[in-house]
T-cell receptor
């Protein structure tokens, strides 16, 4: 079963920041937080991941709380093309191919509206 | 563009038949994993190959099998197809030698069993 809890749906106005929350209260010390999104009928798209520090890339920012029990994905200026299902996943990070697989939950359906 | 390519993109098979799906991993990636995504559900982990050996498997019966080749490309084989096998099959690749690596997905192969 997925180790994360996300709201089933959220709305966001175009041009505004979208803040997607995720709870992972049972996360272990060697588990990373990953975010993917999936637009209908396409393969999941990697967005960002982190262990304990906040991370930023060209797509989004990831804010992880100090106790690592929750995180927030921030899309700074949402566009209509950001409408998708967003998955928050925790995954073990190890060497040598023994890294955990991705366990997808139901995700958050983000609807960006004009 | 993730560099992970899958073929075929769509196919229709009859119940009881066998199917082979193919995946070329991103250059430099030695780990390939396969996921099944039924309509309206999140992807479910089938199995993972690292350096040509299976090193993780989800809750799928033995009629789901796979191979990884020396160039790290991979095949997913499903025997004795059932109607419930109709789904999007996703291949993902990663660098197993890197802790906290990124997993990149292909666009998937849509399988319809009639």
């Amino acid at each position: 079963d997925a180790k994360t809890t996300q709201p089933p749906s959220m709305d966001c106005a175009e041009g505004r920041a979208a803040n997607l929350p995720c709870n992972h209260s049972t996360i272990s010390g060697n588990e990373y937080v990953y975010w993917y999104r999936q637009i209908h009928s396409q393969g999941p798209q990697y967005i960002i991941h982190g262990l304990k520090n906040n991370e930023t890339n060209e797509m989004a920012s990831l804010i992880i709380t100090e106790d690592r029990k929750s995180s927030t994905l921030i899309l700074p200026h949402a566009t209509l093309r950001d409408t998708a299902v967003y998955y928050c996943i925790v995954r073990v990070g190890n060497y040598g191919g023994s890294q955990g697989n991705l366990i997808f939950g139901k995700g958050t359906k983000l609807s960006v509206k004009p | 563009e993730t560099g992970v390519t899958q073929s075929p993109t769509h196919l229709i098979k009859t119940r009881g038949q066998q199917v082979t799906l193919r995946c070329s991993s991103q250059s430099g990636h030695n780990t390939v994993s396969w996921y099944q995504q039924a309509l309206g559900q999140g992807p479910q982990f089938i199995f993972q190959y690292y350096r040509e050996e299976e090193n993780g498997r989800g809750n799928f019966p033995p009629r789901f099998s796979g191979l990884q080749f020396p160039n790290y490309s991979s095949e997913l084989n499903v025997n004795a197809l059932e109607l419930d096998d109709s789904a999007l099959y996703l291949c993902a690749s990663s660098d197993g030698g890197k802790v906290g690596n990124t997993i990149y997905f292909g666009e998937g192969s849509w399988l319809t069993v009639v």
